[in-house]
């Protein structure tokens, strides 16, 4: 779906993508979200049918709003290794990495991948717009920055048989990409970036294209997944699988910390557990001294998954320390029954000491059973994340389903 | 609505309080005394209520408001405890806001989130993303300063169990904002507007924006160390728990004294209009009641002044029942005239080319000036005695969101003028304050900044009612007709509002209490003042609130 | 690398020297490293003609703290005055002066001058204990800072409740409403008013300049009274003594030595980098340079976290003050002043409005069409600093924006014109005295001295970049986030002007940390 014509940004704030044509016409339920300034679809037919797409075949994503930066210039590597938590020195051309960027207090502002396209050119994908910290964080370093969002189309193509979908596509040698690493593919003229990376725990690619490209590669995509059970798949199905990936999400696990309005709300990253990110070793970075007092002193609360029992997902529940719900130490942040695991799983913000694996907590769930609030105090135990991480995801070159 | 001297057989004379002024800081004191179970009356010099907050047909069917124009700042809690949507008050929030540029260009603001992006975006990609930081840090100081605004500041000078108390209050609201964020707060607190929009913004347009409400209603420059805290003044308002969010009174701004009155009325409560009160009485030094410009005499052991300390002190009270020193500090107040006022009546919606076709921004406040430096300019004018030849404007034409305030078709545009002198520097003010043509003069300089914006502007005004700062003392009895009653600079909030030692409503005479808006925390339809001066009060009287 | 120094002082400007002396008094190892051929930075005495020597930047010693030269033992180390606490003069457009110590023009002025400045003197004397502090942080529960509250908070107190009340009421005041509160003569106004504004990026209506006032008023308290006085020999007879101060003490001094980069290992500083490509080593480095040399330039973003940049960048430090320098046949007669006054501080100022209107334009990248200035002939006390019979004329001059419209290439002739017809006008035949001019913009302030912005203080002196945010937050202590680097310049609480306090407070503070 084109722009409608002549409507301004004040009639019609949102954009549609490059996929919207295509998207909004297979859309049978109508449920679109707004994200990062776009419309996209929620859900085609049902979530539950969508996810297994995901788990079972190959679904196909409109993965266009990522936000999107182009970061380039002879200080490029080292303003990155300033900005991140991870060492970029290390990152080769041609790979990707996973990281998350702190301000001075060594809270987490976004996370997001960073790809190396060249020596002194670099790409990266986040979930919030930023130019303003990106600019106040280049001061003094010899780099470009740019968004690109609106310049570069990009799909999510995930699944099992994702990688056959690719091959029968026309991407020669797509089954050699390894994790986390780059190509360049040129099918049938249209130019496409793959990446093998993803946001749902399974084998699976993401495709970056130029927009007017977009429609071309969508349609042969569909087809040549047709019989490999590829489905264009809305953001609720992937909110299922990025929990059991145990994946973060902003505004849902954790509040950047430019937005944050009250006090004790920011989030560093040693209490997203995400501390395999962080390297004291490379150097100085944002947020490195307020990490370093905090790892030494250990954190307040870590963010954690729990196997609930029962099989009611514990949607907003506050985390007791025991059944008589007295003492709070912590809430439920993301949580669905794992139709896969056949678990009821949930992430959770919780406190210390309480959050070990193995700990056992309790949740407070409340049920809406035919307009009757019900309340259940449900045991949980402290897991290991990710709940769900098949071999596949991993296998090079992956099987063909 | 309200019952005059002359229709009352045989008037009450004593009551257990009196309220000097039935400005909607008065009214709330009313309401919250007679709420109380006390017998209130209020006293109005005029023949109508409402002090600055009214709405005035001043040209046949249309209605002005033609001194305060927007309502944001009013105390949810106020309205909810006095029942004000009750008693008819409804408030309708802008849909968004502009800024004319000299060179066609515009910008504007819109609710929608990515609109406003993408508006902001045009003029600077980086500042529509950095206006996420600012609305953060604003908003990060309205939450600290919000739950101050409905208590009586401490006396750091004292060391009664009460101020101390409160102090420690303060200090941990403070110490609870964390290190980095009081550091923030304090620079914050100090800073001018200009110096506090360059740590966001590149854009001289969108700063200009912004920068606007931290000039309005004050005798400063946007380059004024302070000034960022005004901007933060006139933000403290929410409409439903959207901060910052503002509004427009349905049947303009006299619907909320109109409200307030019935509220009072319904709780017992009198108001006399054009009741002018001559003199505050004292007897063994304390207040006892007031005298009216005809000889009445009403009398109370609870008096409340509504009007600024200038008037309440210098021209109500006599000094020998005042300490030299306060009467040193009263005149010290700085109460400046610095803005003026045009009401006009238009024959149909002005075309403004700048804006394009159906953007909802014209629903809101409407600017021209499109730099800080315009700003400021506008303001060395002022500080030389004269009416700023570019003034900063805030119009408004709420006749297309509010029906009732204009005939179908017609429009009441407010343009609030920033700055305007209460004196001229050259010849006026005599005793006889601005002439005809000074005035005039004034206000084409206001209609000609208009007119280089809307091409049929001055085709379509059907009437102008031009106030200067002289006029608005002159009509509502504001000193200067400042509209704060009394500058919101350092010297002057918190605890030095409106004298050291003084602030909390009490006076230097036992039973004379002030609750307009020269108290702590200042100006704007707030209500907050007359809401604290009355639990003051009522405290006094060993009553609970 | 092994480090033969325990500290290395960057800037041997008289904070640097200050700040090595202490260091080197209480038994520490310290090299001086000083960029140019002379020491002192802005408390310097050079030549600008022929056989004509000026202090070059500051020209008068009001500030400096008493308890610095005695600690320091100055005397001994050949520091003089050749002047007596110096009359101020306020020079009036009708020709007729006044003395700021009888301003008789308005017989109620007299009378309330008096109550005025003893009253002042009080307030600001409650201040002179915040100055010579370290700023405590807020929110720690170290108990040093909840010492240092408790302390500024009891020095406020102590004024008793009326001092107090009015502190707390005067001090976010602008200075034109202060004095309209207390006299009547424009001429005493403007003049009261234009010490308030000395050096700052205000107007006297500017909310703050009661403070910077106060402030200035204070640093005189703790430099033996309400006085401005001029050492023998220029300010740079200052920073000879306490270089001599220093060397006594064991300290090294480098000139021509500037530093090109402060060395980081393993998030500490260690030692600097030299223009020459020569490392040298140290435990700690402490900068008198300005914050925004010290941290963007010297120590470089990369070891600093993006907020502290982001406070640096706006951190104001554009100067907007200049200093004219002639050279003088004979002494120039100024209208109705007494000769007797003419070794004293002259003013023209002679309404608020006229300081206001001069700062008016300076909002606006343009120069004063009608300056301020602070004018002193310093060869009239100390002749050494002229050829015999001959004279130099030193005046501060406000208001000279940093970032001129067109530039200062363009201006720089056209002001100086402006600031000698000012002068002319108070003393006709002056033009014709003049042998040579020298005009420093804020532009060659910062070329010469190596002061990024070319501002005395090194930053704007106003509520929201002093004391506990001053420079910015996570560096208000004297100390850099990079371990083992500390700040000691006039960046610093509590910035500029001649009195050491800013290089005493970081030596203490080292020494605390040591």
Known sequence: ?401 | MTASLSTTAAPQRRFDAIIVGAGHNGLVAACYLAKAGLSVLVLERNDYIGGAAVSRQLYPEFTYSNCSYVCSLLRPEIMRELELPRHGLQIIPYEGGCTMMRDGGHLALYDNHDALRREIGRHSKRDAEAYDRYSRDVMRQCKFIKPLLMRSPPDPTSFKPRDIMELLYLAKRFNGMGEERMYDTIRFWTMSAADFLDEYFESEIVKAHFAGSSIIGTALGPRSPGTAYVLLHHYMGDIDDAVGAWGFARGGMGAVTKALAASFQEKGGTIHTGAGVERILTRNGRGVGVALTDGTEFYARTVISNMDVKRTFLQTMDAKDLPDEFLRQVRNFKIRGSSGKLNIALDGLPEVPAIPKGAPCTRGDMHVTDTIEMMERAYDDWKDGFWSRAPYIDMLIPSQIDPTMAPDGKHYMSVFVQYCPYRLANGAPTETGWDDTQRKAFGDTVIDTIARHSPNFKDLILHAEIRTPWDIEREVGLTEGNIFQGELTMDQLLFNRPIPGYAQYRTPVKGVYMCGSSTHPGGGVMGAPGHNAARQVLGDLRLAA | MAARYDHIVVGAGHNGLVCAAYLAKAGKRVLILEASDRLGGASVTRDFAAGFSVSACAHLLGQFQSDIVRDLGLARHGLRFVSGPMPTAALSPDGRPVLLSAPGRSAADADAYPAFTARMHRLARSLLPILGMAPPRLGTDAWSDRRGLLRMAWSVRRLGRTDMRELLRIIGMNAYDLMEEHFESALLKGALGFDAVLGTNFGPRSPGTVLTLLYRMAAEAGAGGPRAVQPEGGMGAVADALAKAARAAGAEIRREAPVERILVKDDRAIGVVLASGEEVAAGSVVSSADPHTTFMRLLGPEHLDTGFVRRIKHFRHKGLAAKLHLALDGLPAFSGLDPSTLGGRLLIAPSLDYVEHAYNHAKYGEYSKAPALEITLPTVNDPSLAPAGKHVLSAVVQYAPYDLAGGWEAGRERFTDIVIDTIEHHAPGLRSLIQARELLTPVDIEREFRIAGGHWHHGDLAFDQFFMVRPVPGAAQYRAPVAGLYLCGAGAHPGGGVMGLAGRNAAAKMLEAA
Request: proline share 5%; aromatic share 10%; charged share 25%.
């Open chain 1, 1 to 401: 779906m084109q722009p409608l014509p002549g409507k301004p940004h004040f009639l019609q704030p949102l954009l549609p993508t490059p996929f919207s044509e295509r998207t909004h016409a297979l859309s049978q339920v109508d449920s679109f979200i707004q994200w990062s300034g776009y419309t996209t679809v929620d859900v085609f037919t049902t979530a539950e049918q969508e996810y297994f797409a995901i788990r079972n075949a190959t679904s196909l994503y409109d993965l266009t709003p990522m936000v999107k930066y182009r970061i380039a210039g002879s200080g490029a590597e080292r303003f990155l290794n300033r900005l991140v938590t991870r060492n970029i020195a290390k990152l080769k051309e041609g790979r990707v990495a996973y990281t998350v960027w702190c301000n001075d207090a060594g809270h987490v502002i976004d996370d997001g991948t960073i790809f190396r396209m060249g020596a002194e050119e670099f790409r990266l994908c986040a979930q919030e717009r930023q130019l303003d910290w990106l600019r106040d964080a280049a001061i003094g370093f010899d780099v470009a920055i740019d968004e690109i969002t609106e310049e570069i189309a990009a799909l999510a193509l995930q699944g099992p048989t994702s990688c056959a979908v690719l091959k029968e596509f026309g991407v020669r040698g797509a089954e050699r990409l390894k994790p986390f690493e780059i190509g360049r593919f040129t099918v049938d003229g249209l130019e496409i970036t793959i990446s093998r990376t993803g946001f749902t725990g399974d084998l699976g690619y993401e495709l970056w294209m130029a927009p007017r490209d977009a429609l071309a590669v969508w349609d042969r995509l569909m087809a040549a997944g047709k019989s490999r059970g590829i489905r264009p798949i809305g953001s609720q199905a992937l909110d299922m699988a990025r929990i059991e990936a145990g994946f973060i999400m902003l505004n849902h696990d954790f509040v950047s910390a430019e937005h944050t309005i009250r006090a004790g709300r920011d989030r560093s990253p040693l209490e997203l557990g995400l501390d395999w990110l962080v390297d004291f070793n490379k150097g100085h970075f944002n947020g490195r001294r307020a990490l370093l007092t905090e790892k030494q002193r250990g954190v307040r609360r870590r963010l954690v998954g729990l196997d609930v029992a029962g099989n009611k997902p514990a949607h907003n529940a506050l985390i007791y320390s025991d059944h008589t719900g007295i003492k709070e130490i912590g809430s439920v942040t993301s949580a669905i029954w794992s139709p896969t695991c056949k678990r009821n799983i949930a992430l959770a913000m919780i406190d210390a000491p309480h959050f070990d694996i193995g700990h056992t907590v309790w949740a407070e769930i409340y049920l809406n059973r035919e307009l009757v609030w019900e309340r259940r105090m449900a045991r949980a135990q402290v897991v290991d994340k990710p709940f769900f991480a098949p071999e596949r995801r991993r296998a090079t070159p992956p099987a063909d389903f």
